[in-house]
């Protein structure tokens, strides 16, 4: 739909989701919240007009813009994000548009999605490393600021013993921080395909997502060499 006879739309990021109720293995809500804040950073970054990656199972660019970037020709010695580099050397605020609604929105069969997640976070990880870091830094800034939060809400109430208004003045707060933004992620995640999202849980997987990044960030230094394709290992 954006590339009309006349539109300066030469890209067009849409969004491919695997449906959560297909993955029954332990860690499902995990990786149900890892999605959905990585889908909700990569795409509120492109509606906000500086857009840097996308989805693989579903962007559309014109023909010319292709042949303008020489196509994927600084990618070829990766195995995988040719993708996102080629999105991010292409799109900008002014030629490309975000497509969100029903029609477009692409379910992806995966028979095995836990396993599916793991080696694609461990791509995208990699991959992030050639990307603008502005997204990935203000998501990290939210769970350190979250983690902060926890450690003076226990510090206050710690100090204030044997009187309760100090625990009382954090629970209230508390709920004012938690209960707009598990509203917010429940919307969220109802567009993005991922209700097993449960929103009750999300304050405390907001929590443990930085530890869950270091994980797969270990992982990716041990597999590095993986990403590269058998020539570039040559050399």
């Known amino acids: 739909a954006p590339f009309g006879a006349s539109s300066p739309v030469e890209v067009v990021l849409g969004f491919a989701y695997v449906d959560p109720a297909e993955d029954k293995s332990n860690g499902r809500r995990r990786r149900a919240f890892d ?131 100090p625990l009382c003045i954090v629970v209230a707060i508390a709920l004012l921080l938690c209960v707009p933004l598990m509203i917010w992620w429940r919307k969220a995640a109802k567009t993005l395909r991922s209700p097993s999202a449960a929103c009750l849980s999300v304050p405390l997987l907001m929590l443990c997502h930085p530890i869950y990044n270091l994980r797969f960030r270990i992982q990716g230094l041990r597999h590095r060499r993986d990403n590269y394709t058998w020539g570039d290992l040559v050399k």
């Not at 693989?56 to 020709?73: D, H, L, P, Q, T």
């Not at 996102?84 to 292409?90: A, G, K, R, S």
């Not at 800034?141 to 208004?165: E, F």
Request: glycine share 8%.
């Open 35 to 165: 999605f959905v804040a990585d889908s909700v950073r990569w795409l509120g970054v492109a509606i906000a007009g500086k857009p840097f990656r996308g989805t693989e199972y579903n962007i559309a660019y014109r023909k010319e813009v292709f042949f303008r970037n020489s196509g994927f020709a600084t990618s070829l010695n990766l195995n995988y994000g040719d993708d996102d580099l080629f999105v991010n050397e292409i799109a900008d605020g002014h030629n490309t548009a975000v497509e969100l609604s029903e029609p477009s929105i692409d379910e992806v069969l995966e028979p095995n999605p836990g396993r599916a997640h793991r080696i694609d976070r461990l791509r995208r990880d990699f991959t992030a490393g050639y990307l603008p870091q502005n997204p990935r830094l203000a998501m990290g800034l939210a769970s350190c600021c979250w983690w902060i939060w926890l450690a003076a809400s226990v510090a206050a109430t710690a100090l204030g013993l044997p009187s309760l208004i």
